[in-house]
């Protein structure tokens, strides 16, 4: 059984950065795919950036480019979300997801794990 766990939300002014860490327990992050998801109130729960495998190709959606990077740390099995250049329509529940090692996570029926959400708020 995997178990993801998100933390490292909070509340953050426009324009600045924020650090989101999942770690798995049950299995190591290598042998996934995985990605970040938000969800803000009253809206389906989107993609923001994935990365198929350690070294692999990373890929964002539209609003996340230029400014959220993926990255894994293999040794502690971690996955972090970089955010920079905060706004406020960056606010929600950010979740970790892992799926099939080499898929391209974008939609929520591709992920297997989620993890539980940490709160991103972004003020004005």
């Known amino acids: 059984q995997v178990q993801l766990v998100d933390s490292g939300g909070g509340l953050v002014q426009a324009g600045g950065s924020l650090r989101l860490s999942c770690t798995a327990s049950g299995r190591a992050f290598s042998d996934f795919a995985v990605a970040w998801f938000r969800q803000s109130p009253g809206k389906v729960r989107e993609f923001v950036v994935g990365n198929r495998r350690s070294g692999g190709t990373t890929y964002y959606a539209d609003s996340a480019k230029g400014r959220f990077t993926i990255s894994r740390d293999n040794a502690k099995n971690m996955v972090y979300l970089e955010m920079s250049s905060l706004k406020p329509e960056d606010t929600g529940v950010y979740y970790c997801?892992?799926?099939?090692?080499?898929?391209?996570?974008?939609?929520?029926?591709?992920?297997?794990?989620w993890g539980q959400g940490t709160q991103v708020t972004v003020s004005s």
């Open positions: 997801a892992a799926g099939r090692w080499g898929r391209i996570l974008t939609i929520p029926d591709d992920v297997d794990y």
